[in-house]
């Protein structure tokens, strides 16, 4: 058990409000992720932290944003939520101190927005 | 583009049958490459991680080879069992400065009793 929890586990929202999805990890590890998983496309990344205040893009970024204030919390904000980002969210974890470790994951939040 | 395949997408078999699952991937500059395995409704659960000077990663029923130079590795399940059902994803690592994952689409397996 990696120690991750997401929250809120479902979320079902309006277009245009926005919406604040959170990682929360016990184990201190340095790296966290957001991922998106959608049908036909798999997971992709959307932004990661190295670090406290330390955060950068990914893959499919736009319209998305992070802050991590606390080594242990990661948060994913979507300012004015669209329907083209309903998805499956999962928050991941590196171990250790740098990349190249086993990623583990959260149980995902599942996101609706109508 | 660097890209990771799976064939196929999914896989019917018998309980009791050994089975191999592929990845391909197509640049073979990776750091690592990592398993999982994901249930229905649920996160995904890190299986093996093979590094890329290595041949191979095993687990209990599970093996997992890596051979860097024709970009494939696959995944041997000895002895399936129906709780083995479920989709298995591979993802390879590149490094460089994001560290993030590329995936496949996943195998989605059933083992049927």
């Known amino acids: 058990d990696a120690g991750i929890t997401q929250s809120p586990r479902h979320k079902v929202t309006e277009t245009g409000t926005p919406v604040t999805l959170r990682c929360h990890q016990t184990?201190?590890?340095?790296?966290m992720y957001w991922y998106r998983q959608d049908p036909g496309h798999g997971l992709r990344l959307i932004h990661y932290s190295y670090g406290v205040k330390d955060t950068d893009k990914g893959e499919v970024s736009d319209g998305y944003s992070v802050s991590r204030s606390k080594t242990e919390d990661f948060l994913l904000t979507l300012e004015s939520a669209t329907s083209s980002q309903t998805s499956v969210y999962f928050c991941?974890?590196?171990?250790?101190?740098?990349?190249?470790?086993?990623?583990?994951f959260g149980d995902g939040t599942r996101l609706s927005i109508l | 583009k660097q890209e990771v395949t799976q064939i196929p997408a999914a896989l019917s078999v018998p309980e009791g049958e050994n089975l191999v699952l592929n990845c391909s991937f197509t640049?073979?500059?990776?750091?690592?490459l990592q398993w999982f395995r994901q249930d229905p409704g649920k996160g995904l659960t890190s299986l093996l991680l093979?590094?890329?000077?290595?041949r191979e990663q095993t687990s209990g029923r599970l093996n997992a080879s890596l051979d860097k130079s024709s970009g494939r590795s696959t995944l041997y399940i000895a002895a399936s069992q129906p709780g083995d059902s479920a989709t298995y994803l591979c993802?390879?690592?590149?490094?460089?400065?994001?560290?993030?994952?590329?995936f496949g689409k996943g195998t989605k397996l059933s083992v049927k009793p």
């Open positions: 991941a974890i590196s171990e250790g101190t740098g990349f190249y470790q086993p990623q583990h």
């Open positions: 093979i590094q890329s000077s290595q």
């Open positions: 184990e201190n590890h340095r790296y």
């Open positions: 640049d073979s500059a990776i750091y690592n």
């Open positions: 993802a390879v690592f590149y490094g460089g400065s994001q560290g993030n994952l590329i």
